[in-house]
């Protein structure tokens, strides 16, 4: 069984003899936990056994890899998408649905590089992008420019999730330390302005500001190319 079928198709439960000691959901929560706590690279059927007191070779009855653990780990961790207002507009719902997407790397930092990479696609994911698909068809787009839409807004999301938690970037007082602040006067400048650097509220703040600009674009574009009468 591929990644796909697994993805795609409910787990089967024996209609007679005892019941399997594990589950594939019970696996899949394993994998997630160890993947939230310690990173994808710490990923293994061995460690996924140990911290379900089983057999390694148990899961296998379950899960043919480590590559399909993985598949299935992403889309549970996705999880559904939520529940979008239905009459606030589609550019306020569209900033819904980006936060719970910046939400999911937030949680659960190890699915960012899978969602960049080639994938099969499962059921969690492609309900994120129904969702998103039915909002900004409230628009009037045509269907043909909904998607490239989403891509724009959901390429943003992964951008800005990508800058959480990045790198130290040293400040004036490194630079003066260094003897390097005529180098980079600008940057030292912008950089002592931007209060609260390394402030979750502060990357909050600029995720909101970088989305209101992406949404304001594609309103100026909806303005120019939406026609009720085509939406669908």
Known sequence: MDAEELLWTAPVTPRRGPRPALSRAEIVRAGIQIADSDGLAALSMQRVAGRLG????????HVPGKNELISLMLDAAI?????????????????DWARGTRDVFVRHPWTLPLVTGVRVMGPNELAWTESALRVLAASGLRPATLLDVLLL????????????GGPRVPGRESLLRFGQLDRYPVFATVFQEASGVDNPASEAARFEFGLARVLDGVELFVQAHGDPADRV
Do not use: F, H, Q
């Open 54 to 61: 089983a057999a390694t070779m148990s899961l296998y009855r």
């Open 153 to 164: 807004v959901n390429g943003y999301v992964r951008g800005a999730a990508n800058l959480t």
């Open 79 to 95: 999880g559904e998408p939520p529940a979008l207002a239905e009459d606030a507009g589609w550019r306020a719902t569209l900033a």
